[in-house]
C-alpha cells in the first residue's frame, strides 16, 4: 500500500441509488482500517466548490447500510464544469488536505473526476451507482438490483387490477438509453411485450403482438416500457395508438418515475456497494487513479474514466430471444 494518502475525501454525485450509502460506509471504515483520515463531502461537485466538508470517522456511518438514498446528498453543478469552479473545488481540496478523492456516481460523475484529475493530478477513483446500470465496464452498479425488485414488486400489483378487469397496461419504467431494467424486469414480471432504446421492435409488431394475445385466450396484458423506447411516442401516445387500432382493449397506463431509485438496497446491491468502497480504496493507496471500480465474473476490476464514460454497455442479446419466446 502507498504511504502517500493519509487523507481521502468521498463524495455521491449525480441521481442517487439504492447502496449508495453502504458504498459511502464501505470507504470510510476502510480508511479507518488502513488507518487514513476520511472526508465526507456533501452535495456533491457543489459542496466541493462550497466548502462543505466534515470528517468522519468509522461510527459515523453506523446504521446506514439499510438506507436508500444518500446521506451524503447530490446536487448538479454547472459550476464545476467551469474552470472557475473546479479551482474552487481544489482549493477546498488543499484546505482540507485531501490526498485521493472516491467520487460515487455515473459517467457524468465520472467526466467531471476525469477533468478534474487532468488538471490538478488528484488521484480519484470511481465507484459506478446508478440504477440504469448502464455504465460500461461492470456488470452491474449500484442500485439496479433494488430498481428491478421494485419494478417487479410494481407490477405483480398492476397485474392484480389488470386480471381483475381484463385491461391492458403500460408500465413505464426508467432506462432513458439503456433497456436494462425493462428487459429484465419485463421477463421476471411475465409481461406480454418489452420495448428498449437498443431494439425497435415498431408500433406495427407491437399490434400483431397483442392481437395474438387476444386471439390466443388472454384476457389481461402487461406491456413493458423503457423511458428511451426508440419508436418516437412517448407511452401515452402509444397507449393511446392502440387503444385507437386495438379497440376491444382496455387500455391503462403506469409511470412507475422516481419511485424506482428509493427504498432500502437488496442484499446484492449492499454487498457489491461494500465490494466495491474497500477495492476504490485500496486501488488508491496501492497507486491507481482515473479509473472506475467494476464487477467481472464476480471479481472487482479496474477501467479507465475514459473507458467507462465513452464505452457502452452491452443488452444481453439471449434475453431479447428468451422474451420473444416466453410472450407467446
Given at each position: 500500500?502507498?504511504?502517500?494518502?493519509?487523507?481521502?475525501?468521498?463524495?455521491?454525485?449525480?441521481?442517487?441509488?439504492?447502496?449508495?450509502?453502504?458504498?459511502?460506509?464501505?470507504?470510510?471504515?476502510?480508511?479507518?482500517?488502513?488507518?487514513?483520515?476520511?472526508?465526507?463531502?456533501?452535495?456533491?461537485?457543489?459542496?466541493?466548490?462550497?466548502?462543505?466538508?466534515?470528517?468522519?470517522?468509522?461510527?459515523?456511518?453506523?446504521?446506514?447500510?439499510?438506507?436508500?438514498?444518500?446521506?451524503?446528498?447530490?446536487?448538479?453543478?454547472?459550476?464545476?464544469?467551469?474552470?472557475?469552479?473546479?479551482?474552487?473545488?481544489?482549493?477546498?481540496?488543499?484546505?482540507?488536505?485531501?490526498?485521493?478523492?472516491?467520487?460515487?456516481?455515473?459517467?457524468?460523475?465520472?467526466?467531471?473526476?476525469?477533468?478534474?484529475?487532468?488538471?490538478?493530478?488528484?488521484?480519484?477513483?470511481?465507484?459506478?451507482?446508478?440504477?440504469?446500470?448502464?455504465?460500461?465496464?461492470?456488470?452491474?452498479?449500484?442500485?439496479?438490483?433494488?430498481?428491478?425488485?421494485?419494478?417487479?414488486?410494481?407490477?405483480?400489483?398492476?397485474?392484480?387490477?389488470?386480471?381483475?378487469?381484463?385491461?391492458?397496461?403500460f408500465v413505464e419504467v426508467m432506462g432513458r438509453d439503456a433497456g436494462h431494467?425493462?428487459?429484465?424486469?419485463?421477463?421476471?414480471?411475465?409481461?406480454?411485450?418489452?420495448?428498449?432504446?437498443?431494439?425497435?421492435?415498431?408500433?406495427?409488431?407491437?399490434?400483431?403482438?397483442?392481437?395474438?394475445?387476444?386471439?390466443?385466450?388472454?384476457?389481461?396484458?402487461?406491456?413493458?416500457?423503457?423511458?428511451?423506447?426508440?419508436?418516437?411516442?412517448?407511452?401515452?401516445?402509444?397507449?393511446?395508438?392502440?387503444?385507437?387500432?386495438?379497440?376491444?382493449?382496455?387500455?391503462?397506463?403506469?409511470?412507475?418515475?422516481?419511485?424506482?431509485?428509493?427504498?432500502?438496497?437488496?442484499?446484492?446491491?449492499?454487498?457489491?456497494?461494500?465490494?466495491?468502497?474497500?477495492?476504490?480504496?485500496?486501488?488508491?493507496?496501492?497507486?491507481k487513479s482515473n479509473m472506475m471500480v467494476g464487477l467481472k465474473n464476480e471479481?472487482?476490476?479496474?477501467?479507465?474514466?475514459?473507458?467507462?464514460?465513452?464505452?457502452?454497455?452491452?443488452?444481453?442479446?439471449?434475453?431479447?430471444?428468451?422474451?420473444?419466446?416466453?410472450?407467446?
Amino acid at each position: 500500500m502507498s504511504t502517500n494518502i493519509k487523507r481521502i475525501g468521498v463524495l455521491t454525485s449525480g441521481g442517487d441509488a439504492p447502496g449508495m450509502n453502504a458504498a459511502v460506509r464501505a470507504v470510510v471504515r476502510s480508511a479507518a482500517f488502513y488507518k487514513i483520515e476520511c472526508a465526507a463531502i456533501y452535495q456533491g461537485y457543489q459542496g466541493l466548490i462550497d466548502n462543505k466538508v466534515k470528517m468522519m470517522n468509522a461510527r459515523g456511518v453506523n446504521n446506514i447500510i439499510n438506507k436508500g438514498g444518500t446521506i451524503l446528498k447530490s446536487a448538479r453543478c454547472l459550476e464545476f464544469r467551469t474552470k472557475e469552479g473546479r479551482k474552487k473545488a481544489f482549493e477546498t481540496i488543499q484546505k482540507h488536505q485531501i490526498d485521493g478523492l472516491v467520487v460515487i456516481g455515473g459517467d457524468g460523475s465520472f467526466t467531471g473526476a476525469m477533468i478534474f484529475q487532468s488538471e490538478y493530478n488528484i488521484p480519484v477513483m470511481g465507484i459506478p451507482g446508478t440504477i440504469d446500470n448502464d455504465i460500461y465496464g461492470t456488470t452491474h452498479t449500484i442500485g439496479y438490483d433494488t430498481a428491478l425488485n421494485t419494478v417487479i414488486g410494481a407490477i405483480d400489483k398492476i397485474r392484480d387490477t389488470a386480471i381483475s378487469h381484463n385491461r391492458l397496461f403500460f408500465v413505464e419504467v426508467m432506462g432513458r438509453d439503456a433497456g436494462h431494467i425493462a428487459l429484465n424486469a419485463g421477463i421476471g414480471a411475465g409481461a406480454e411485450e418489452v420495448l428498449i432504446p437498443e431494439e425497435n421492435m415498431g408500433l406495427e409488431r407491437l399490434l400483431e403482438s397483442l392481437k395474438r394475445s387476444e386471439k390466443s385466450g388472454k384476457s389481461s396484458s402487461i406491456v413493458v416500457i423503457a423511458e428511451g423506447d426508440k419508436s418516437g411516442k412517448n407511452v401515452f401516445e402509444i397507449a393511446e395508438y392502440v387503444e385507437k387500432n386495438l379497440p376491444y382493449y382496455d387500455v391503462r397506463v403506469s409511470v412507475l418515475g422516481h419511485m424506482q431509485r428509493g427504498g432500502s438496497p437488496t442484499c446484492f446491491d449492499r454487498v457489491l456497494a461494500s465490494r466495491m468502497g474497500v477495492f476504490a480504496v485500496e486501488s488508491l493507496l496501492a497507486g491507481k487513479s482515473n479509473m472506475m471500480v467494476g464487477l467481472k465474473n464476480e471479481e472487482m476490476i479496474l477501467s479507465p474514466f475514459e473507458k467507462a464514460i465513452k464505452g457502452k454497455s452491452e443488452i444481453n442479446k439471449d434475453l431479447i430471444r428468451v422474451s420473444d419466446i416466453l410472450t407467446i
